[in-house]
């Protein structure tokens, strides 16, 4: 049932866009805040990180992720709203491993002008598809304690697929393009692909990525394929599995409130752009596991024109492909650091620094203001 509505919904995507379902907006309105947010530009973070922000643009427009015009055209374009660009810092897994800074745009579609409402605020929630694939750690925690109930001496490895500028692989129906447009150094940016920072653009990605993860499943589960001669491009550069030292000792699994089916061939799920797998090493299932997540997303979003002008990355993000895709027993997931050996779920050191760091300086803030705590 759920693959059957999701390719429908990928169908319509496919056809006509994904289109953001949008309260409507009067004309005198949409008309004060188009010169409001000319008026007022950009956000202060695009100067602070500005030898980021032109490289990062250009690639946008070659890669056709965004349309450059005149400015003078936005007089010409029916129902525009124009949201103003930001630069936020991220940290990212280089291919040795290491955290490194990453650097990304901002597309501020909740910034509101004087009507009160931005693009964000007049999403009609209600008619988004669903995020089917929710409580992802739960179900990943409950299946690990599960597999280690029925093999108490087995290694259990984890594995994570992340996705290169997922949004942005996703076409946007053309009025939702108007609905998407950005100045920068006097040109007018028209967003083709899903913004980053669009309230609908989870819900409407994930229609694309639990397509994928359902057919991952149907992939590994397939007593007939032969995943020696049938497996996508990059499976080859996968490393062997990573398992922990032979002297750490499994943490027996406590019996589960719930009653899970016994599943030793693997299981794999996925939250937005985040496509992580689980399986026992019981006999080649590792090798299925970690072949069936690259060929599902080869099979949907490869390349069908060798000739095309616009240059086209592999959408699996080779800066993280060597370094999260083996298996290992230890494996960051969703910012927690999973280990099925242990059966114990931590936070990242790095996480731990960021989180105390911004916890310490909201106490120390001078702007923080008390509400009394209605106790009726």
Known sequence: MTILYGLRRLRDILENGA???LNELSEEDRAID??????RGNHKSLSKFEKFIDPAITEDIERGFALPLPLKYLEKIPKASIAPLGCHK???????GEIIPKYRLTHDQSFPGPSGLSVNLHVRKDLLPPIMYSFVLSRLIHYIVNTRKMLPSSKIFICKVDLDAAYCRCTMASIMSWESLTVYNGLLLVALRLTFVGASCPNLWGVISEVITDVANVILYNPFWDYNDLYDPLSDSIETPLPLPDEVPFHPAKDLAVQLPDNTNGYIDSYIDDTIGVVPDVGDNTKKLSRAIPLAIHTIARSTDDQDAIPRKDIISMKKFQAEERLEEVKKVLSWDLNSRSLRISLPVDKLRYW????????????LIAKPWNHQ
């Open 356 to 367: 105390s760091r911004d916890t310490t300086s909201m106490l120390n803030s001078k702007n």
């Open 19 to 21: 289109k953001f379902p």
């Open 90 to 96: 991220q940290t990212m897994i280089n291919t040795s």
């Open 34 to 39: 188009l010169e409001f947010q000319l008026s």
